[in-house]
């Protein structure tokens, strides 16, 4: 599964692809908070294609 952080104006900030992140993680988002919100919306049945996590809009490519 890949996910790739964007900011306000649609850059891309890191990507994560099976635990290793690929660029700079924001003060306060760390891997494990990004699945966790993943898997929080999975649970709500919420939309688990784009969420947010802090500032950075989060969406799941694979």
Excluded: S, W
């Excluded at 993680?25 to 999975?42: E, S, V």
């Excluded at 969420?51 to 490519?61: D, Q, R, Y």
């Amino acid at each position: 599964m890949k996910f790739i952080a964007t900011n306000d104006d649609g850059q891309t900030i890191f990507e994560m692809k099976n635990g290793e992140i690929t660029g700079d993680l924001p003060y306060g988002i760390n891997k494990d908070r990004i699945i966790a919100t993943y898997n929080m919306h999975l649970i709500l049945g919420e939309n688990t294609d784009e969420f947010m996590v802090g500032e950075c809009l989060i969406t799941v490519v694979e």
